[in-house]
């Protein structure tokens, strides 16, 4: 598969996702599975949706720019095994894993400049599907860098595997984000990964770092 494939389905599929969701959320069928109603909400109507769209392209430009301008640094058009995919999969989400849980804990909670930018973010307390996006720009820049660095790290890499890389980072943040606790086979870990990440956006002082797996916070005692 071609990288403009890969990235074209990803960004279609995340939307779909995204609304799916967000409907499941505003949904009277889904209401017991909503972790909190926020009746206080301060981000909504032209502020939430005018971010969350601008956000939306600009993710797309980025994610297509690095991509492309540094092609010759992260991919390979030689052929790779299934096992040989699989490992650098696993090697690039878990390296990211890693490094997001210190820069969103230390970066982002802690120091000065990025932390005005995060608090954008944490204006909303009770987050679903669309909030995803609610984010200050230099955010968006600084998660998808990172995703780029650390596939550098490990690849270059096929554009399939990078596809399954961006897949996992895109509906992962959509999906901590849903603000709903399906107890369902094959649901239940999402919905236990959207309730802590529904605590750490109560507050700026709270834990629950960790973007794809709870073992950072786990390792480190950030876990609530």
Not at 30 to 47: I, S, T
Not at 58 to 67: C, K, T
Not at 72 to 86: C, E, G, I, N
Request: some cysteine; glycine content about 8%; charged content about 15%.
């Amino acid at each position: 598969m071609s990288l403009l494939a890969s990235l074209v389905i990803v960004l279609a599929l995340s939307g779909v996702l995204m609304l799916v969701a967000a409907l499941g959320y505003r949904s009277p069928a889904f209401a017991r599975f909503r972790l909190e109603d926020d009746p206080n909400r301060k981000v909504h109507g032209l502020g939430l949706y005018g971010r969350v769209f601008a956000n939306m392209a600009f993710s797309a430009v980025l994610v297509f720019a690095m991509a492309y301008g540094g092609y010759d640094l992260l991919f390979t058009d030689a052929p790779s095994s299934v096992w040989r995919s699989a490992v650098q999969l696993v090697a690039i989400l878990g390296i990211y894993d890693f490094l997001y849980y210190l820069m969103h804990r230390f970066a982002f909670h802690q120091w000065a400049w990025l932390k005005k930018v995060h608090v954008v973010h944490h204006k909303v307390r009770h987050p679903n599907a669309v909030d995803s996006l609610y984010l200050h720009p230099i955010e968006t820049f600084l998660g998808l860098f990172l995703l780029m660095c650390c596939t550098a790290l490990v690849g270059p890499v096929s554009p399939a595997t990078f596809g399954v890389v961006f897949a996992v980072y895109s509906f992962l943040n959509i999906l901590v984000h849903a603000g709903l606790d399906i107890p369902i086979p094959g649901l239940r870990t999402f919905g236990m990964l959207a309730r802590k990440h529904d605590i750490h956006h109560t507050s700026m002082r709270g834990g629950n770092f960790a973007s794809i797996t709870v073992l950072w916070d786990r390792v480190f005692g950030t876990a609530e």
